[in-house]
């Protein structure tokens, strides 16, 4: 036995050997990728600390620190294009320190330059050092190469906003292809989160630990989704909650902006009329905004509880409300604030009619506003912090300032006028202090929290891990809001403050590993797990929204404002944006200039600007075509498997009716099984439209017959050459269409249905041993039949499949008549197919190709329905084949024609066979019992799945001594069989034979058996 | 080291590189493996085709399986005997199929046989909530196992009749992105580096005493 397994290897592998450096190659190839990939991966900062982040908090907490770790990339180029682009330069090539007066610190500073506080707000050396925009020079070209500063410094500014655009539409693009291209394939969540999930490389005790954490909470998930999607609501009643909630929302924002309105207009007028104010009064407004900004955010979320969304749209929409919600702040502020720059600019003008005021009055107006931002920003930053401090420590200085600066504006020296370096610093300043407080927020909200509650809950009065203040729990909406708004911060100030990239780059970084030290060590993962989208689109149309508006006021300041005079790269200039015309109209050659004049003249822009509308429109039309086709097709495919299930549930319909009196039905059941598993291995598509395809073939049966009628004969006639083929059947399959299996299955239909006939009128015939077979009858209606016998029909599944194998239909039948026969065994008989194959045209069956076909149909007898009853039953074996041989000859003798030798003798063998083993009916009806037993029909039947393969491997190991048995006409056929199993060299096939004879390896005894 | 080693015939190398996806080195190495794991038992020479087993226990010791949650189930489904006593063929048989370039037919058939705890060529729910209950570490709650079971086979079973044919687990498993992939490769590299040092002690060993016979 083992020699023959051996000799089938060999086989086997000198197949492979032709093929084998190609296969190597490819071996070689995807270790080297493979090899490639894990080095990749060793350098995606953080990966591994976010994939155990995911494995314990879920997709949802790890969204956050992917959405981190991608704007730490963004804030990497944009420190590479400020520092080589501006930074650099200017230190190697600007002028030094201390040169001019932009670039001194002013005798009365010097003294307290280093003071602690001075530094702290970034004064003295900071504030004039190339952290801000103050410091550069305005010098047109700088050092030797003639590098133009200025140039570049407006440039850089524009090309941090440009770039920022386009990696975040970009990004924004491909998660939405993805979010696409995923979507579709979600039939099988669970199955493959059951199945799939366990990574069979895991070696280390700590990684399977995590991986089983991650498999919970990915099932976790799943289950939410689930539970998510069978909520069963009561519509009317959640629209309503949902209208109401909406309208909640909208009060409050409304009534926040209204109160932020009214403190500062208030303020203002107390300002105005009070000398000496309160320190109530003093905070009035930051209290307030920070007050909202704290209570609105917890508001919303119990107002989100009522809505009863998912907790994905939940998050999604708390995010949405409290970004409105800042911004509506920040926004009433600002414009209140500039209600009150412009009365105060206006009342100075007024008061000081000095020309020097007229020239500077431009530059305040530009320094409030923007100041005024600044100031609001903190707000925002201070409350997702939580810190009220922040906000008061801004408001208050900034609205202070405002009036020093507009009341000591005489005395005030030139050097201090530089707005746009003023405005860097209070970016800065904002941006460390946002940091400081996160830092702060996360140790004593996080940290000493968890201890607190972790070390003093066994001598507390309650329990504190379960109840108040418990552990933190990740919130994912505040942080993300916070990363959002913070890297706005940096956009706004990029262009004053150079440096600020490269600042919020180690801010980011320290950022990272607090958060995740925090969130592994003392938060608590969220009561539900709920998987974050693939794409976190919404984040990033959040950031980018966050882009728009802090772009804004840059833009508006660079267009609207003259520059410094004394300070900074542009000083000296009418507008900012001058130094490009200028730039054009000098360095370029004339007719650059001219063209440049053509293409910025509205005759150019209008039309360009029409082609864009168009072109957007166009777009758009085809993005919504798209999507719609898109959805026609996921319809189609739901419905596609929805008939699927639906015809597959007629059938299990069907079966349940003949429970009853089908025992043989589950026998058959089984091969069925077995023969499906056999034929849907190998193919990797259309498993869907084979499997089903028993359940839905028992509708089409009528409609078949005709087409059937016409074909069978082809198919009968050719089962003399069937035989070496059917064997090698298995190799072929792979090359063939589903339109011939299609025709198949309808070639074959009729056949089940005649065996329903036989099978309900035969009974008595069944001594005969005659063949009947009645095309006529076929038109009978389907459903009758099936009643008892819906076994057949399942039977015949069977053979189609393999028929459908090969590529033309050849040699079907005999194999059809013996399992039809076994199907029924005693009671069909097929007087009629006598008749009908008398007359075919290819009736004449030589005596030795029968003996071939005798033998596969004992093999085949032997595999499906020996083996599975018991072993035991081997030994009757020979006794089958005599008398199989003597029956036949008798009955050759007898009056059949020889020509109908062979389908005949198939059906004899089928006779035969049951007469050995159960001879009588009585007897029969012992072995009925045990295919009912599922226990111990599987392990029989597992082994039996591999029969199929085994011809194979038979027949290569014929040549082996332990098939002496086996006749020369196997042998020959095993030649013939390998011949056409060379000559089919796809890889594929090999592959795939190979596995079958792995298979077939598993259990040589069958082989040996079945042979002996 | 080809031709002077003593464990197998030129013959059984053939063969045994004929029905896996190793080469001669791979199958020395194997073997010495093998033999590593019970050197009381396996022998050094291979020629006579000794039948010799080495118990579950002994196999799931190896480093690859340590860890994984179903390293009984793999064992014995490529065991013989099904008990998880493996023979020598049965261990080449397993590595082979687990190794990267099986095809993914021949791993999703023993995929099927891993999952199918009571061998009755169904997964059924019990043999579900035994996956599950090895995956997660009996994390899941009740409901949650009974939930996730429904709804596994309600995915995939295709014919309705409560548990999973290996026609629907080959219909799922085959459209999954991850099967498409990488999953049950267990050996991508025949040894882990750790062991190979060891390997390459025996095999140069083995080859000294080889050429002095």
């Known amino acids: 036995m083992r020699r023959a397994k051996e000799i089938v290897l060999k086989f086997e592998g000198r197949l492979t050997r032709t093929r084998g450096y190609q296969a190597a190659g490819v071996d070689l190839w995807r270790k080297f990728v493979r090899l490639a990939y894990n080095f990749v991966v060793i350098f995606i900062p953080w990966e591994m600390r976010i994939k155990k982040i995911e494995s314990h908090f879920g997709s949802g907490v790890a969204s956050y620190f992917i959405f981190l770790r991608w704007l730490f990339g963004i804030n990497i180029v944009l420190t590479i294009m400020t520092g080589a682009f501006i930074v650099i330069p200017e230190l190697i090539a600007g002028q030094p320190f201390g040169s001019t007066i932009s670039k001194t610190i002013p005798k009365d500073q010097v003294a307290s330059a280093q003071d602690l506080d001075t530094v702290w707000s970034l004064g003295g050396y900071l504030q004039y050092s190339v952290l801000f925009y103050g410091y550069y020079g305005k010098e047109r070209k700088i050092g030797k190469a003639g590098y133009r500063l200025p140039l570049a410094y407006f440039l850089v500014g524009m090309a941090v906003f440009v770039y920022s655009f386009i990696i975040l539409l970009k990004k924004m693009a491909k998660n939405s292809r993805m979010s696409l291209a995923s979507a579709s394939n979600e039939n099988y969540t669970f199955c493959w989160r059951v199945f799939c999930a366990w990574d069979y490389l895991i070696g280390n005790p700590e990684a399977a630990e995590s991986k089983a954490a991650a498999i919970v909470n990915s099932i976790r998930e799943a289950i939410l989704e689930e539970q998510e999607k069978k909520k069963s609501k009561n519509l009317a009643v959640t629209i309503c909650l949902r209208i109401i909630a909406n309208i909640l929302v909208l009060l409050s924002l409304a009534g926040s902006i209204y109160l932020i309105y009214f403190v500062v207009d208030r303020s203002q007028k107390l300002e105005r009329t009070k000398e000496e104010l309160t320190l109530w009064e003093k905070n009035e407004v930051s209290v307030v905004v920070s007050l909202i900004t704290m209570i609105a955010p917890s508001a919303f979320e119990l107002v989100a509880a009522l809505e009863m969304y998912h907790p994905r749209t939940t998050l999604r929409f708390q995010l949405a409300r409290v970004l409105v919600l800042y911004l509506g702040n920040l926004y009433s502020l600002i414009i209140a604030l500039l209600d009150k720059v412009n009365s105060m600019s206006i009342a100075e003008t007024e008061a000081k009619n000095n020309a020097s005021i007229w020239e500077y009055s431009p530059h305040f107006l530009p320094t409030r506003a923007l100041s005024e931002e600044e100031k609001w920003s903190p707000t925002i930053s201070g409350i997702q912090v939580k810190q009220n401090n922040t906000i008061q420590h801004y408001l208050i200085p900034i609205t202070v300032t405002n009036k020093t600066t507009s009341y000591n504006y005489n005395v005030q020296n030139q050097q201090d006028q530089c707005w746009e370096t003023y405005v860097g610093q209070e970016m800065l300043k904002l941006s460390i202090i946002d940091m400081i407080f996160t830092v702060a927020s996360i140790l004593l909200i996080d940290f000493f929290r968890g201890l607190f509650v972790r070390y003093l809950s066994d001598c507390w009065c309650w329990d504190l891990e379960s109840k108040f203040p418990e552990y933190g729990e990740f919130k994912i909406a505040e942080n993300v809001l916070h990363l959002v708004y913070n890297q706005g911060m940096i956009w706004m100030g990029a262009f004053f403050s150079p440096c600020l990239p490269a600042f919020n780059v180690l801010k980011l970084i320290g950022l990272m590993y607090l958060r995740s030290w925090a969130v592994l060590t003392c938060n608590v993962p969220h009561q539900q797990v709920f998987r974050a989208s693939r794409s976190n689109n919404f984040y990033l149309a959040m950031l980018l929204f966050m882009l728009f508006l802090c772009m804004l006021p840059t833009i508006f300041a660079i267009a609207r404002y003259k520059p410094s005079l004394n300070c900074g790269p542009f000083s000296g200039q009418e507008k900012i944006y001058d130094i490009v015309s200028e730039t054009i109209k000098n360095d370029f050659p004339l007719w650059f200039n001219s063209v440049i004049g053509y293409v910025s003249s509205p005759v150019v822009i209008l039309p360009a600007l029409l082609l864009l509308f168009m072109l957007i429109y166009y777009l758009q039309s085809i993005a919504r075509s798209l999507k719609f086709t898109n959805s026609q097709l996921r319809m189609q495919i739901q419905s596609d498997r929805s008939e699927d299930k639906k015809k597959v549930a007629q059938m299990i319909v069907a079966r349940t009716q003949t429970q009853e009196g089908s025992k043989k039905s589950q026998e058959n059941d089984f091969i069925n099984q077995q023969a499906s598993i056999h034929s849907m291995t190998p193919r990797k598509h259309g498993h869907v439209v084979n499997f089903d395809s028993p359940g839905s073939r028992i509708p089409t049966i009528s409609q078949a017959i005709p087409q059937a009628k016409i074909l069978r004969p082809v198919e009968i006639t050719s089962s003399v050459t069937s035989i070496s083929k059917a064997r090698s059947e298995h190799h072929r399959y792979p090359y063939f269409t589903h339109d011939s299996d299609l025709s198949k299955t309808k070639s074959y239909t009729p056949v089940t249905f005649k065996k329903h006939l036989e099978d309900i009128h035969s009974d008595p015939l069944f001594h005969k041993g005659i063949p009947q077979e009645n095309p006529d009858v076929l038109g009978a209606g389907a459903p009758g039949f099936l009643r008892g016998q819906i076994h057949v029909p399942r039977y015949y599944i069977v053979n189609e499949r393999e028929s459908r194998r090969k590529p033309r239909s050849i040699s079907r039948s005999p194999r059809h008549f013996h399992r039809n026969n076994l199907a029924d065994f005693g009671e069909m008989y097929s007087r009629n197919k006598r008749g009908y194959l008398l007359s075919k045209p290819h009736h004449a069956y030589p005596p030795h190709l029968s003996d071939e076909e005798e033998e596969e149909v004992r093999r085949n007898i032997f595999s499906r329905s020996f083996r599975p009853r018991s072993f035991s039953d081997l030994h009757q074996m020979p006794h089958f084949y005599i008398g199989e041989q003597t029956e036949r000859q008798i009955l050759a003798a007898e009056d059949l024609a020889r020509m109908h030798y062979q389908s005949w003798n198939d059906g004899f063998e089928a006779d035969h066979y049951r007469p050995v083993y159960l001879y009588k009916k009585p007897q029969s009806r012992n072995f009925d019992p045990e295919p009912r037993y599922p226990e111990h029909f599987m392990k029989p039947n597992n082994k039996q799945k591999m029969e199929p393969s085994f011809t194979e491997s038979d027949s290569v190991s014929a040549s082996s001594s332990d098939q002496q048995n086996s006749s020369t006409d196997q042998y020959i056929q095993i030649i013939h069989n390998k011949d056409k199993y060379l000559k089919s060299t796809g890889k594929l096939s090999r592959k795939k034979s190979k596995s079958r004879l792995e298979m077939s390896i598993v259990d040589p005894n069958e082989l040996v058996c079945s042979n002996v | ?213």
């Not at chain 2, 080449?92 to 199918?116: G, W």
């Not at chain 2, 999973?164 to 991508?188: C, G, N, R, V, W």
């Open chain 2, 1 to 213: 080291m080809g031709n002077k080693q003593t464990i197998f015939t030129d013959e059984q190398l053939d063969n045994y590189q004929d029905c896996s996806f190793f080469n001669r080195n791979d199958i020395l190495k194997l073997h010495a493996r093998y033999y590593e794991l019970a050197p009381n038992i396996v022998p050094m020479d291979y020629r006579k085709n000794p039948i010799v087993t080495v118990p579950m226990s002994v196999i799931i010791q190896m480093p690859e399986f340590k860890e994984n949650p179903f390293k009984e189930r793999i064992v014995a489904s490529f065991s013989e005997d099904g008990e998880g006593n493996l023979t020598f063929n049965d261990f080449v048989d397993m590595f082979s199929v687990l190794c990267e370039s099986a095809p993914r037919e021949l791993k999703a058939s023993y995929a099927f046989k891993i999952y199918d705890f009571n061998n009755d060529n169904f997964i059924c729910k019990s043999d579900l909530e035994l996956t599950l209950a090895r995956l997660t570490k009996s994390e899941l709650e009740e409901e949650e196992v009974v939930l996730v079971c429904d709804k596994v086979i309600e995915e995939a079973d295709l014919d309705g009749d409560g548990k999973l044919s290996y026609a629907d687990f080959e219909d799922m498993i085959a459209k999954s992105p991850d099967f498409l992939s990488s999953a049950y490769t267990m050996f991508p590299e025949l040894l882990p580096l750790m062991e190979s040092i060891r390997k390459d002690e025996l095999l140069s060993g083995r080859g000294g005493a080889s050429s002095g016979n």
